[in-house]
């Protein structure tokens, strides 16, 4: 009960701070809440149970991999958004940095329709798991049902409505993170002052380990977001931004790992897509709550914010000869057939396979300009790496068995 009421006094007090009319309309903090929501959004329900159950006591390590990559992917985004995303298009930097521009935004225009499935597919798991509905036929008709709900709103209506619930959401979830470590700070005290920590060894090593990290990408994926916010914030603000948030989504992500990844045992884990939530159970019984209303909220509207961005890169990319509300039809018919055919962390390896493209083709593009901007052969190559790093993520990036 204790804890219980430490953890909803911190999600209450955390809330309060991000209402303010001070906070949330600071033109820093709303160009960083943006990536930030997208960055530790679905990542954060499900990368506990399986670094821990992958990779045991080495799972911090892990984590601070998969931060370190997202950076340098950050960094070269950075990059050409410095140099100037409408200098791209007018050539100034070659035909060929036009052509991979192009190239990569379709791929992020294909990973967002992706996303949208992974992102419902887990608000189904999460809005069913604390009812007697509570199985894998009931969440994938509540996924279509919402996946036919967002279309029929974007094909009617549009986003614009919907859109508003942004930053309600992602102070709701924000607020919910904050309860959930100040509960896990204060389970792991406990924990080390009775000398029962735990360090389980490791289920995976060697190539199978390296390539389902590979394959969870997508969890620490969204700092890109930053850079199709041109028509809000300025490049430097927007790059600024970038580099914030994925400064605070790491320490977040290594913080929240390091406090779960030695209080439980092996038996006390599941790899399930809502596994997240039985062990939450063991901190504190109001966490589970919590973390289903962070799901609803968050996934929703992280659907919502990639649907409506896909659309937007089809009709722009195809000059129109691809309608929004065309896009919108051709996201639902394959995120539900994703839905009916592949498991939840299939389609995370699919979405992550989908950004490792997106990421590989910026660095690329990076390499291009560059080369052009005759900043040395060192950054040339070292473009030239991430962007084989990315092919190599999408050819040999595994999901969790």
Known sequence: MTFDLIIALATACVAFVLSKRSVAHFPLWRAVVTPLASIIGSGFLLLGPILNIGY????????????FVAFLFGSVIRFNMAAGEQAIQNGDYGALAIRIETLSSWALAFAYIISVSYYLN???AFALSLTPFNSDLDAKLLTTGVFIIIVFVGWSRGFKSLEKMEYVSVSLKLAIIAGLLIGLMAHFSH?????????NPPKLGGWSALTLAFGLLITVQGFETSR???SEYDAQTRIKS???AQW???AIYLVYILLISYVFRPDQMSSSETGIINMMQIVAPILPFLLVAAALASQFSAAVADTSGSGGLFAQLSRNRITERQ???LLAVIGVALTWSANIYAIVNYASRGFAIY?????????????RQNTGWQRVGFYGLLATLGAVIALFGQPVE
């Open 248 to 250: 605070l989504s790491a």
């Open 327 to 329: 896009a919108y039809l």
């Open 228 to 230: 199709y916010l041109g």
């Open 359 to 371: 990421y590989g083709l910026q660095a690329a593009l990076g390499a291009v300009i560059a080369a």
């Open 56 to 67: 045991g006591g080495y799972a911090p390590l892990i984590m601070i991999a998969l931060c």
């Open 122 to 124: 887990l608000l189904g």
């Open 242 to 244: 970038m580099r914030l």
């Open 191 to 199: 924990r080390v002052i009775d000398d029962a920590l735990i360090f």
